[in-house]
Protein backbone atom coordinates (compact mmCIF):
# COMPACT_ATOMS: atom_id res chain seq x y z
CA UNK A 1 0.00 0.00 0.00
CA UNK A 2 2.53 2.58 1.58
CA UNK A 3 4.76 1.58 -2.05
CA UNK A 4 2.40 1.98 -4.35
CA UNK A 5 1.13 5.39 -2.72
CA UNK A 6 5.09 6.96 -3.08
CA UNK A 7 5.47 5.90 -6.28
CA UNK A 8 2.02 7.64 -7.45
CA UNK A 9 3.28 11.13 -4.80
CA UNK A 10 7.20 10.68 -5.46
CA UNK A 11 6.99 14.08 -7.35
CA UNK A 12 4.66 15.93 -4.43
CA UNK A 13 7.44 14.50 -1.68
CA UNK A 14 10.61 15.29 -3.85
CA UNK A 15 9.59 19.13 -3.78
CA UNK A 16 8.47 18.87 -0.46
CA UNK A 17 11.90 17.61 0.46
CA UNK A 18 13.63 20.49 -1.56
CA UNK A 19 11.47 23.07 0.03
CA UNK A 20 12.32 21.21 3.30
CA UNK A 21 16.19 21.21 2.64
CA UNK A 22 16.16 24.90 1.18
CA UNK A 23 14.55 25.78 5.12
CA UNK A 24 17.75 23.97 6.56
CA UNK A 25 20.11 25.78 3.93
CA UNK A 26 18.39 29.33 5.24
CA UNK A 27 19.16 28.17 8.62
CA UNK A 28 22.74 27.68 8.53
CA UNK A 29 23.42 30.85 6.78
CA UNK A 30 22.19 32.88 9.92
CA UNK A 31 24.80 31.89 12.12
CA UNK A 32 27.26 32.82 10.18
CA UNK A 33 25.83 35.92 9.34
CA UNK A 34 25.50 37.20 13.08
CA UNK A 35 29.09 35.99 13.69
CA UNK A 36 29.98 38.30 11.06
CA UNK A 37 28.15 41.18 12.61
CA UNK A 38 30.02 40.67 15.97
CA UNK A 39 33.39 40.35 14.83
CA UNK A 40 32.54 43.42 12.69
CA UNK A 41 31.10 45.52 15.74
CA UNK A 42 34.17 44.26 17.67
CA UNK A 43 36.47 45.18 15.46
CA UNK A 44 36.36 48.95 15.83
CA UNK A 45 35.98 49.59 12.45
CA UNK A 46 32.05 49.41 12.16
CA UNK A 47 31.17 49.47 8.30
CA UNK A 48 27.30 50.87 8.52
CA UNK A 49 26.84 50.04 4.97
CA UNK A 50 28.65 46.52 5.24
CA UNK A 51 26.28 45.97 8.57
CA UNK A 52 23.20 47.05 7.09
CA UNK A 53 23.82 44.37 4.47
CA UNK A 54 24.49 41.86 6.96
CA UNK A 55 21.33 42.40 8.15
CA UNK A 56 19.06 42.98 5.27
CA UNK A 57 20.32 39.69 4.35
CA UNK A 58 18.80 37.88 7.76
CA UNK A 59 15.76 39.93 6.94
CA UNK A 60 15.97 38.14 3.52
CA UNK A 61 16.91 35.07 5.18
CA UNK A 62 13.81 35.10 7.27
CA UNK A 63 11.25 36.04 4.48
CA UNK A 64 13.05 33.20 2.35
CA UNK A 65 12.32 30.53 5.91
CA UNK A 66 8.73 31.96 5.56
CA UNK A 67 8.11 30.49 1.99
CA UNK A 68 9.82 27.32 2.10
CA UNK A 69 8.70 26.40 5.01
CA UNK A 70 4.61 27.00 4.12
CA UNK A 71 5.58 24.92 0.71
CA UNK A 72 7.14 22.15 2.67
CA UNK A 73 3.98 21.55 5.14
CA UNK A 74 1.66 21.94 1.95
CA UNK A 75 3.70 19.21 -0.10
CA UNK A 76 4.99 16.79 2.32
CA UNK A 77 1.87 17.37 5.51
CA UNK A 78 -0.77 17.49 2.72
CA UNK A 79 0.96 14.03 0.99
CA UNK A 80 0.23 12.34 4.54
CA UNK A 81 -3.35 13.57 4.85
CA UNK A 82 -3.74 12.19 1.20
CA UNK A 83 -2.39 8.92 2.43
CA UNK A 84 -4.28 9.39 5.53
CA UNK A 85 -7.53 9.82 2.98
CA UNK A 86 -6.44 6.93 0.49
CA UNK A 87 -5.67 4.08 3.44
CA UNK A 88 -9.23 4.93 4.85
CA UNK A 89 -10.76 4.34 1.45
CA UNK A 90 -8.60 1.22 0.48
CA UNK A 91 -9.53 -0.53 3.50
CA UNK A 92 -12.60 0.52 3.28
CA UNK A 93 -13.01 -0.89 0.15
CA UNK A 94 -11.32 -3.93 1.02
CA UNK A 95 -13.86 -4.27 3.62
CA UNK A 96 -16.58 -4.40 1.20
CA UNK A 97 -15.16 -7.04 -0.31
CA UNK A 98 -14.40 -9.75 1.88
CA UNK A 99 -17.07 -12.40 2.54
CA UNK A 100 -19.29 -13.29 5.53
CA UNK A 101 -16.57 -15.11 7.11
CA UNK A 102 -14.74 -12.36 7.67
CA UNK A 103 -17.03 -10.34 9.86
CA UNK A 104 -17.47 -13.89 11.68
CA UNK A 105 -14.19 -13.55 13.14
CA UNK A 106 -13.47 -10.36 13.32
CA UNK A 107 -15.04 -7.37 15.61
CA UNK A 108 -16.49 -4.46 14.99
CA UNK A 109 -14.22 -2.73 17.50
CA UNK A 110 -11.00 -4.06 15.95
CA UNK A 111 -11.63 -2.60 12.42
CA UNK A 112 -12.81 0.83 13.94
CA UNK A 113 -9.81 1.26 16.06
CA UNK A 114 -8.00 0.35 13.12
CA UNK A 115 -9.72 2.77 10.57
CA UNK A 116 -8.84 5.46 13.18
CA UNK A 117 -5.81 4.97 15.19
CA UNK A 118 -3.82 2.75 13.10
CA UNK A 119 -4.45 4.54 9.94
CA UNK A 120 -3.30 8.14 12.09
CA UNK A 121 -0.12 6.44 13.39
CA UNK A 122 1.08 5.13 9.92
CA UNK A 123 0.24 9.35 8.55
CA UNK A 124 2.52 10.39 10.99
CA UNK A 125 4.96 8.26 9.94
CA UNK A 126 4.39 9.34 6.39
CA UNK A 127 4.50 13.12 7.51
CA UNK A 128 6.45 14.29 10.70
CA UNK A 129 8.21 11.46 10.53
CA UNK A 130 9.51 12.03 6.84
CA UNK A 131 10.40 15.77 7.87
CA UNK A 132 12.39 15.13 11.12
CA UNK A 133 14.25 12.09 9.41
CA UNK A 134 15.28 14.81 6.13
CA UNK A 135 15.46 17.48 9.03
CA UNK A 136 18.18 15.66 11.19
CA UNK A 137 20.08 13.78 8.68
CA UNK A 138 20.69 17.08 6.49
CA UNK A 139 20.75 19.50 9.73
CA UNK A 140 23.38 16.91 11.47
CA UNK A 141 25.44 16.44 8.22
CA UNK A 142 25.62 19.72 6.92
CA UNK A 143 26.16 21.55 10.52
CA UNK A 144 28.99 19.19 11.49
CA UNK A 145 30.70 20.25 8.10
CA UNK A 146 29.68 24.12 8.76
CA UNK A 147 31.06 24.07 12.25
CA UNK A 148 34.62 22.50 11.00
CA UNK A 149 35.07 24.16 8.44
CA UNK A 150 34.04 27.89 9.54
CA UNK A 151 34.98 27.57 13.04
CA UNK A 152 37.18 24.35 14.34
CA UNK A 153 37.34 21.02 13.37
CA UNK A 154 38.92 20.01 17.00
CA UNK A 155 36.00 21.56 18.66
CA UNK A 156 33.48 19.85 16.14
CA UNK A 157 34.53 16.12 16.97
CA UNK A 158 34.59 17.01 20.69
CA UNK A 159 31.00 18.36 20.59
CA UNK A 160 29.59 15.54 18.61
CA UNK A 161 31.05 12.93 20.49
CA UNK A 162 27.86 11.63 21.77
CA UNK A 163 26.14 10.73 18.72
CA UNK A 164 27.48 7.54 18.16
CA UNK A 165 26.03 6.87 21.53
CA UNK A 166 22.26 8.43 20.55
CA UNK A 167 22.44 5.39 17.91
CA UNK A 168 22.70 2.46 19.83
CA UNK A 169 20.68 4.15 22.58
CA UNK A 170 17.85 4.74 19.87
CA UNK A 171 18.21 1.10 18.19
CA UNK A 172 17.34 -0.33 21.04
CA UNK A 173 14.51 1.82 22.62
CA UNK A 174 13.15 1.79 18.97
CA UNK A 175 12.48 -2.32 19.41
CA UNK A 176 10.79 -2.04 22.74
CA UNK A 177 8.78 1.32 21.86
CA UNK A 178 7.58 -1.20 18.67
CA UNK A 179 6.39 -4.16 20.61
CA UNK A 180 4.87 -2.31 23.14
CA UNK A 181 2.96 -0.14 20.79
CA UNK A 182 1.50 -3.36 19.81
CA UNK A 183 0.11 -4.07 22.53
CA UNK A 184 -1.47 -0.81 22.98
CA UNK A 185 -3.36 -0.95 19.99
CA UNK A 186 -4.91 -4.38 20.49
CA UNK A 187 -5.97 -3.19 23.74
CA UNK A 188 -7.40 -0.42 21.84
CA UNK A 189 -9.19 -2.27 19.81
CA UNK A 190 -10.99 -4.15 22.34
CA UNK A 191 -12.08 -1.28 24.39
CA UNK A 192 -13.41 -0.11 21.21
CA UNK A 193 -15.47 -3.23 20.59
CA UNK A 194 -16.45 -3.00 24.35
CA UNK A 195 -18.10 0.08 24.00
CA UNK A 196 -19.29 -0.24 20.49
CA UNK A 197 -21.43 -2.84 21.78
CA UNK A 198 -22.70 -1.73 24.89
CA UNK A 199 -24.03 1.43 22.88
CA UNK A 200 -25.40 -0.73 20.59
CA UNK A 201 -27.21 -2.99 23.29
CA UNK A 202 -27.97 -0.46 25.49
CA UNK A 203 -31.60 -0.95 25.98
CA UNK A 204 -31.13 -5.11 26.64
CA UNK A 205 -28.44 -3.93 29.08
CA UNK A 206 -30.75 -1.58 30.79
CA UNK A 207 -33.61 -4.35 30.39
CA UNK A 208 -31.78 -6.73 32.30
CA UNK A 209 -30.44 -4.34 34.56
CA UNK A 210 -26.92 -5.25 34.52
CA UNK A 211 -25.34 -1.78 34.13
CA UNK A 212 -22.97 -2.61 36.67
CA UNK A 213 -21.75 -5.61 35.21
CA UNK A 214 -21.14 -4.05 32.18
CA UNK A 215 -19.69 -1.31 33.15
CA UNK A 216 -17.17 -3.68 35.32
CA UNK A 217 -16.20 -5.12 32.10
CA UNK A 218 -15.78 -1.91 30.31
CA UNK A 219 -13.56 -0.98 33.28
CA UNK A 220 -11.60 -4.03 33.20
CA UNK A 221 -11.03 -3.24 28.99
CA UNK A 222 -10.27 0.51 30.34
CA UNK A 223 -7.91 0.12 32.98
CA UNK A 224 -5.87 -2.56 30.74
CA UNK A 225 -5.39 0.15 27.74
CA UNK A 226 -4.45 2.03 30.67
CA UNK A 227 -1.87 0.06 31.95
CA UNK A 228 -0.53 -1.03 28.55
CA UNK A 229 -0.16 2.93 27.91
CA UNK A 230 1.74 3.29 31.04
CA UNK A 231 4.03 0.46 29.93
CA UNK A 232 4.86 2.53 26.71
CA UNK A 233 5.09 5.68 28.57
CA UNK A 234 7.61 4.56 30.71
CA UNK A 235 10.06 3.85 27.71
CA UNK A 236 9.13 7.35 26.73
CA UNK A 237 10.37 8.42 29.90
CA UNK A 238 13.22 6.66 29.75
CA UNK A 239 13.83 7.04 26.23
CA UNK A 240 13.44 10.92 25.42
CA UNK A 241 16.02 12.07 28.61
CA UNK A 242 18.48 10.06 27.70
CA UNK A 243 18.32 11.86 24.02
CA UNK A 244 18.44 15.06 25.71
CA UNK A 245 20.81 14.16 27.83
CA UNK A 246 23.47 13.11 24.95
CA UNK A 247 22.14 16.16 23.10
CA UNK A 248 23.35 18.43 26.40
CA UNK A 249 26.11 16.68 26.20
CA UNK A 250 27.77 17.67 23.16
CA UNK A 251 27.18 21.56 24.36
CA UNK A 252 28.68 20.94 27.59
CA UNK A 253 31.60 19.77 25.82
CA UNK A 254 31.83 22.40 23.39
CA UNK A 255 31.19 25.43 26.17
CA UNK A 256 33.89 24.22 28.44
CA UNK A 257 36.84 23.57 25.23
CA UNK A 258 35.58 26.17 23.15
CA UNK A 259 35.74 28.87 26.12
CA UNK A 260 39.53 27.41 26.57
CA UNK A 261 40.44 28.04 22.92
CA UNK A 262 38.74 31.62 22.96
CA UNK A 263 41.04 32.50 25.84
CA UNK A 264 43.93 30.92 24.13
CA UNK A 265 43.38 33.09 20.93
CA UNK A 266 42.43 30.02 18.98
CA UNK A 267 38.72 31.49 18.58
CA UNK A 268 37.99 34.52 17.54
CA UNK A 269 34.45 35.30 19.89
CA UNK A 270 32.80 35.71 16.34
CA UNK A 271 33.87 32.07 15.32
CA UNK A 272 32.71 31.18 19.25
CA UNK A 273 29.20 32.98 18.25
CA UNK A 274 28.77 31.12 14.87
CA UNK A 275 30.07 27.54 16.94
CA UNK A 276 27.61 28.04 19.64
CA UNK A 277 24.79 29.14 16.90
CA UNK A 278 25.07 25.96 15.52
CA UNK A 279 25.80 23.64 18.30
CA UNK A 280 22.33 25.11 18.88
CA UNK A 281 21.04 23.87 15.85
CA UNK A 282 22.33 20.70 16.23
CA UNK A 283 20.08 19.91 19.56
CA UNK A 284 17.15 19.87 17.71
CA UNK A 285 17.63 16.99 15.08
CA UNK A 286 19.57 15.00 17.57
CA UNK A 287 16.14 15.11 20.03
CA UNK A 288 13.81 14.86 17.07
CA UNK A 289 15.95 11.97 15.88
CA UNK A 290 14.00 10.39 18.83
CA UNK A 291 11.03 11.44 18.11
CA UNK A 292 11.06 10.08 14.52
CA UNK A 293 11.84 6.76 16.28
CA UNK A 294 9.20 6.89 18.01
CA UNK A 295 6.78 7.61 15.00
CA UNK A 296 8.02 5.22 12.53
CA UNK A 297 8.15 2.10 15.07
CA UNK A 298 4.44 3.37 16.22
CA UNK A 299 3.84 3.28 12.27
CA UNK A 300 5.56 0.14 11.41
CA UNK A 301 2.72 -1.49 13.94
CA UNK A 302 -0.39 0.27 12.93
CA UNK A 303 0.78 -0.77 9.51
CA UNK A 304 1.15 -4.18 10.03
CA UNK A 305 -2.41 -4.35 11.69
CA UNK A 306 -3.82 -2.51 8.60
CA UNK A 307 -2.19 -5.00 6.25
CA UNK A 308 -3.32 -8.26 8.19
CA UNK A 309 -6.74 -6.96 6.54
CA UNK A 310 -5.86 -5.61 3.07
CA UNK A 311 -3.73 -9.27 2.77
CA UNK A 312 -7.21 -11.13 4.02
CA UNK A 313 -8.30 -13.32 1.13
CA UNK A 314 -11.19 -13.64 -0.54
CA UNK A 315 -12.67 -17.40 -0.25
CA UNK A 316 -14.78 -17.02 -2.70
CA UNK A 317 -12.95 -18.19 -5.62
CA UNK A 318 -14.40 -18.08 -9.21
CA UNK A 319 -12.57 -20.42 -11.70
CA UNK A 320 -13.17 -20.63 -15.16
CA UNK A 321 -16.04 -17.58 -15.08
CA UNK A 322 -19.10 -17.37 -17.56
CA UNK A 323 -21.77 -14.97 -17.51
CA UNK A 324 -25.39 -15.40 -17.43
CA UNK A 325 -26.43 -13.56 -20.23
CA UNK A 326 -30.02 -15.22 -19.94
CA UNK A 327 -30.82 -15.71 -16.25
CA UNK A 328 -33.75 -18.02 -15.98
CA UNK A 329 -33.42 -18.84 -12.26
CA UNK A 330 -32.89 -22.11 -12.37
CA UNK A 331 -31.19 -23.03 -8.75
CA UNK A 332 -30.01 -27.19 -8.13
CA UNK A 333 -28.31 -28.23 -5.20
CA UNK A 334 -26.55 -32.20 -5.52
CA UNK A 335 -26.13 -33.75 -2.33
CA UNK A 336 -24.48 -30.80 -1.06
CA UNK A 337 -22.74 -30.75 2.51
CA UNK A 338 -21.00 -27.95 4.09
CA UNK A 339 -19.36 -26.78 7.35
CA UNK A 340 -18.75 -23.26 8.30
CA UNK A 341 -14.64 -22.07 7.47
CA UNK A 342 -14.38 -21.07 11.03
CA UNK A 343 -16.48 -24.79 12.24
CA UNK A 344 -15.27 -28.19 13.31
CA UNK A 345 -18.53 -30.12 11.60
CA UNK A 346 -21.12 -30.36 8.84
CA UNK A 347 -24.11 -28.25 9.62
CA UNK A 348 -25.44 -29.19 6.37
CA UNK A 349 -25.62 -33.29 4.78
CA UNK A 350 -26.46 -34.56 1.72
CA UNK A 351 -28.85 -32.23 0.83
CA UNK A 352 -30.67 -32.30 -2.44
CA UNK A 353 -32.57 -29.35 -3.45
CA UNK A 354 -34.32 -27.61 -6.54
CA UNK A 355 -35.61 -24.31 -7.46
CA UNK A 356 -37.63 -23.79 -10.70
CA UNK A 357 -38.22 -20.66 -12.21
CA UNK A 358 -41.76 -18.93 -11.20
CA UNK A 359 -42.33 -21.28 -8.27
CA UNK A 360 -42.78 -20.58 -4.42
CA UNK A 361 -39.91 -23.03 -2.41
CA UNK A 362 -40.69 -22.96 1.58
CA UNK A 363 -37.88 -24.14 3.70
CA UNK A 364 -39.19 -25.43 7.21
CA UNK A 365 -38.12 -27.49 10.19
CA UNK A 366 -37.26 -27.67 13.42
CA UNK A 367 -34.30 -24.41 15.27
CA UNK A 368 -30.96 -24.96 14.62
CA UNK A 369 -32.04 -27.34 11.51
CA UNK A 370 -29.81 -25.22 9.12
CA UNK A 371 -32.73 -23.58 6.99
CA UNK A 372 -30.48 -20.18 7.33
CA UNK A 373 -27.47 -21.81 6.25
CA UNK A 374 -29.53 -23.02 3.13
CA UNK A 375 -30.91 -19.60 2.20
CA UNK A 376 -27.07 -18.10 2.58
CA UNK A 377 -25.67 -20.75 0.32
CA UNK A 378 -28.00 -20.76 -2.44
CA UNK A 379 -27.56 -15.98 -1.88
CA UNK A 380 -23.54 -17.16 -2.15
CA UNK A 381 -22.55 -15.71 1.03
CA UNK A 382 -19.85 -18.43 1.58
CA UNK A 383 -17.75 -21.11 -0.26
CA UNK A 384 -19.17 -24.20 -1.72
CA UNK A 385 -17.00 -27.26 -2.94
CA UNK A 386 -18.00 -27.77 -6.65
CA UNK A 387 -20.14 -30.05 -7.99
CA UNK A 388 -22.62 -29.05 -5.72
CA UNK A 389 -24.86 -26.29 -6.08
CA UNK A 390 -25.91 -24.80 -10.07
CA UNK A 391 -27.49 -21.87 -11.29
CA UNK A 392 -29.28 -22.55 -14.56
CA UNK A 393 -26.59 -25.54 -14.92
CA UNK A 394 -23.34 -23.66 -14.17
CA UNK A 395 -21.37 -24.72 -11.11
CA UNK A 396 -22.03 -21.64 -8.91
CA UNK A 397 -17.70 -21.60 -8.41
CA UNK A 398 -17.81 -20.01 -11.91
CA UNK A 399 -20.66 -17.58 -11.45
CA UNK A 400 -18.42 -14.08 -9.56
CA UNK A 401 -20.65 -13.32 -6.55
CA UNK A 402 -21.66 -9.85 -7.64
CA UNK A 403 -23.54 -11.70 -11.12
CA UNK A 404 -25.03 -13.76 -8.84
CA UNK A 405 -25.96 -11.05 -6.29
CA UNK A 406 -28.00 -8.76 -9.16
CA UNK A 407 -30.05 -11.88 -9.85
CA UNK A 408 -30.73 -12.46 -6.19
CA UNK A 409 -32.68 -10.32 -3.39
CA UNK A 410 -31.60 -11.93 -0.35
CA UNK A 411 -33.53 -10.60 2.90
CA UNK A 412 -31.47 -11.85 6.27
CA UNK A 413 -33.17 -12.97 9.64
CA UNK A 414 -31.48 -9.71 11.75
CA UNK A 415 -32.48 -6.96 9.90
CA UNK A 416 -30.38 -3.69 9.24
CA UNK A 417 -31.30 -0.04 8.68
CA UNK A 418 -29.44 2.71 8.04
CA UNK A 419 -29.93 5.73 10.07
CA UNK A 420 -31.82 7.05 7.39
CA UNK A 421 -35.00 8.33 6.25
CA UNK A 422 -37.58 5.58 5.82
CA UNK A 423 -37.98 6.29 2.11
CA UNK A 424 -33.94 6.17 1.36
CA UNK A 425 -33.84 2.88 3.19
CA UNK A 426 -36.16 1.53 1.00
CA UNK A 427 -34.47 2.74 -1.84
CA UNK A 428 -31.40 2.18 -0.86
CA UNK A 429 -30.26 -0.18 -3.66
CA UNK A 430 -31.27 2.70 -6.50
CA UNK A 431 -31.57 6.23 -5.10
CA UNK A 432 -32.92 7.24 -8.33
CA UNK A 433 -36.67 5.65 -7.44
CA UNK A 434 -39.57 8.08 -7.51
CA UNK A 435 -41.68 8.31 -4.49
CA UNK A 436 -44.23 6.79 -6.26
CA UNK A 437 -42.70 3.50 -6.97
CA UNK A 438 -40.69 3.57 -3.26
CA UNK A 439 -44.92 3.95 -1.89
CA UNK A 440 -45.70 0.73 -4.42
CA UNK A 441 -43.17 -1.68 -2.89
CA UNK A 442 -43.84 -0.68 0.53
CA UNK A 443 -47.30 -1.65 -0.09
CA UNK A 444 -46.22 -4.82 -1.30
CA UNK A 445 -44.27 -4.85 1.56
CA UNK A 446 -47.43 -4.42 3.91
CA UNK A 447 -45.66 -1.04 5.48
CA UNK A 448 -47.27 1.85 3.45
CA UNK A 449 -50.17 1.73 5.76
CA UNK A 450 -47.76 2.21 8.96
CA UNK A 451 -45.47 4.86 7.09
CA UNK A 452 -48.18 7.39 6.59
CA UNK A 453 -49.30 7.20 10.18
CA UNK A 454 -45.87 8.54 11.34
CA UNK A 455 -45.88 12.86 11.55
CA UNK A 456 -42.71 12.43 8.91
CA UNK A 457 -44.41 9.74 6.33
CA UNK A 458 -41.65 8.20 4.40
CA UNK A 459 -39.39 11.30 6.00
CA UNK A 460 -39.57 10.00 9.13
CA UNK A 461 -35.83 9.30 10.37
CA UNK A 462 -35.20 5.60 12.03
CA UNK A 463 -32.70 6.03 14.25
CA UNK A 464 -28.92 4.02 15.20
CA UNK A 465 -30.20 0.75 13.07
CA UNK A 466 -33.88 1.32 12.96
CA UNK A 467 -34.02 1.86 16.60
CA UNK A 468 -37.10 3.69 16.10
CA UNK A 469 -39.06 1.34 14.39
CA UNK A 470 -40.71 -2.11 15.76
CA UNK A 471 -39.75 -5.54 14.94
CA UNK A 472 -41.86 -5.67 12.32
CA UNK A 473 -41.99 -2.78 10.56
CA UNK A 474 -38.11 -3.04 10.28
CA UNK A 475 -38.78 -6.29 8.83
CA UNK A 476 -41.21 -5.25 6.35
CA UNK A 477 -39.00 -2.07 4.83
CA UNK A 478 -36.39 -4.63 4.60
CA UNK A 479 -38.39 -6.66 2.35
CA UNK A 480 -39.46 -3.02 0.22
CA UNK A 481 -35.95 -2.43 0.07
CA UNK A 482 -35.49 -6.01 -1.54
CA UNK A 483 -37.99 -6.08 -3.63
CA UNK A 484 -36.76 -2.43 -5.33
CA UNK A 485 -33.55 -4.75 -7.32
CA UNK A 486 -36.61 -6.51 -9.20
CA UNK A 487 -34.53 -9.97 -9.39
CA UNK A 488 -35.92 -12.90 -10.47
CA UNK A 489 -35.02 -14.32 -7.41
CA UNK A 490 -35.75 -13.25 -3.76
CA UNK A 491 -34.66 -15.24 -0.68
CA UNK A 492 -36.61 -14.68 2.63
CA UNK A 493 -34.05 -15.94 5.37
CA UNK A 494 -37.24 -16.10 8.51
CA UNK A 495 -37.48 -12.21 7.96
CA UNK A 496 -41.07 -12.00 8.75
CA UNK A 497 -40.62 -13.47 12.71
CA UNK A 498 -41.51 -10.33 14.15
CA UNK A 499 -44.49 -10.17 12.31
CA UNK A 500 -48.32 -11.98 12.81
CA UNK A 501 -48.87 -14.79 10.77
CA UNK A 502 -52.00 -13.19 9.27
CA UNK A 503 -49.98 -10.48 8.01
CA UNK A 504 -46.72 -13.07 7.12
CA UNK A 505 -49.23 -14.87 4.78
CA UNK A 506 -50.37 -11.19 3.11
CA UNK A 507 -46.91 -9.92 2.28
CA UNK A 508 -46.01 -13.81 0.75
CA UNK A 509 -49.35 -13.10 -1.41
CA UNK A 510 -48.80 -9.82 -2.41
CA UNK A 511 -44.98 -10.67 -3.03
CA UNK A 512 -46.31 -14.19 -5.52
CA UNK A 513 -48.73 -11.25 -7.04
CA UNK A 514 -46.62 -8.90 -7.99
CA UNK A 515 -43.28 -11.53 -8.85
CA UNK A 516 -45.20 -12.64 -11.61
CA UNK A 517 -42.48 -15.69 -12.93
CA UNK A 518 -40.31 -14.76 -10.38
CA UNK A 519 -38.87 -17.36 -7.77
CA UNK A 520 -39.33 -16.58 -4.19
CA UNK A 521 -37.54 -19.01 -1.44
CA UNK A 522 -38.93 -18.49 2.03
CA UNK A 523 -37.47 -19.62 5.26
CA UNK A 524 -39.95 -19.56 7.88
CA UNK A 525 -41.28 -21.20 11.22
CA UNK A 526 -44.64 -20.71 10.64
CA UNK A 527 -46.47 -23.49 8.57
CA UNK A 528 -49.38 -21.39 8.22
CA UNK A 529 -47.76 -19.08 5.96
CA UNK A 530 -46.23 -21.43 3.38
CA UNK A 531 -48.97 -23.87 2.72
CA UNK A 532 -49.65 -22.58 -0.26
CA UNK A 533 -45.38 -23.03 -1.54
CA UNK A 534 -45.34 -25.29 -4.75
CA UNK A 535 -42.84 -27.65 -2.81
CA UNK A 536 -41.50 -27.44 1.24
CA UNK A 537 -38.74 -29.02 2.32
CA UNK A 538 -38.27 -30.07 6.14
CA UNK A 539 -35.38 -29.82 7.36
CA UNK A 540 -34.22 -31.74 10.56
CA UNK A 541 -30.62 -31.59 11.48
CA UNK A 542 -29.00 -30.43 8.66
CA UNK A 543 -31.02 -32.71 6.35
CA UNK A 544 -33.83 -32.47 4.39
CA UNK A 545 -36.13 -34.78 6.20
CA UNK A 546 -39.00 -34.70 3.76
CA UNK A 547 -40.54 -32.70 0.63
CA UNK A 548 -43.65 -31.91 -1.55
CA UNK A 549 -46.81 -29.85 -1.25
CA UNK A 550 -48.74 -29.30 1.91
CA UNK A 551 -51.44 -31.50 1.39
CA UNK A 552 -48.65 -34.55 0.36
CA UNK A 553 -47.16 -33.75 3.88
CA UNK A 554 -50.14 -33.09 6.28
CA UNK A 555 -51.29 -37.04 5.96
CA UNK A 556 -48.03 -38.64 5.93
CA UNK A 557 -48.10 -38.32 10.08
CA UNK A 558 -44.04 -36.82 9.81
CA UNK A 559 -42.26 -34.07 11.24
CA UNK A 560 -44.18 -31.69 8.95
CA UNK A 561 -47.22 -32.97 10.01
CA UNK A 562 -46.46 -32.84 14.23
CA UNK A 563 -45.00 -29.22 13.88
CA UNK A 564 -48.98 -28.05 11.89
CA UNK A 565 -50.64 -29.45 14.27
CA UNK A 566 -48.80 -28.08 17.05
CA UNK A 567 -48.94 -24.61 15.78
CA UNK A 568 -52.31 -24.83 15.22
CA UNK A 569 -53.47 -25.76 19.21
CA UNK A 570 -50.74 -23.47 20.04
CA UNK A 571 -52.55 -20.51 17.94
CA UNK A 572 -56.24 -21.95 19.33
CA UNK A 573 -54.91 -21.58 22.99
CA UNK A 574 -53.94 -18.08 21.79
CA UNK A 575 -57.41 -17.59 20.86
CA UNK A 576 -58.94 -18.39 23.82
Partial sequence: MIRYFIKQNWYRYLIGILFLISVDALMLITPRIMGSIVDELRSGVQDIEYIGLLILAVIGVALGLFITRLFWRVFIMGSARRFEYYARKTLFQKLLDLPPTFYDKTRVGDLMARFTNDVNAVRMAMGPAIVMTIDSIFLISVTIIAMGSFTSWKLTWIAIIPLPLLAVVSTFFGRIIHKRFKRVQAAFSNLTDTVEESISGARLIKSYGIEGLRNDTLNEKSDNYVQENIKLIKVWGMFFPLIQMLSMLGSVL???FGGQMVVLGQLTLGEYVTFTSYLGMLIWPMTAFGWVINMVQRGRASYKRLMEVLEEK??????????????????????????????NRPVLRDIDFELNPGTKVAIVGTTGSGKSTLAKLIARLYPIEKGMLFIDGYDINRLPPEVIREKIAYVPQETFLFSETIRNNIRFGNMELTDSEVEKYASIASIHEDIISFPEGYDTLVGERGVTLSGGQKQRVAIARALIK???IIVLDDCLSAVDTETEKKILDSLKDSQGKHSIVVVSHRLKAVVDADMIYVMHEGRIVERGKHH?????????????????????????
Fill in 552 to 576: DLIGNGGLYQRMYERQMIEEKLKED
Fill in 314 to 343: NNIVVEDPVSLEDFNGHILLKNLTFTYPTG
Fill in 486 to 488: QTP
Fill in 254 to 256: ATF
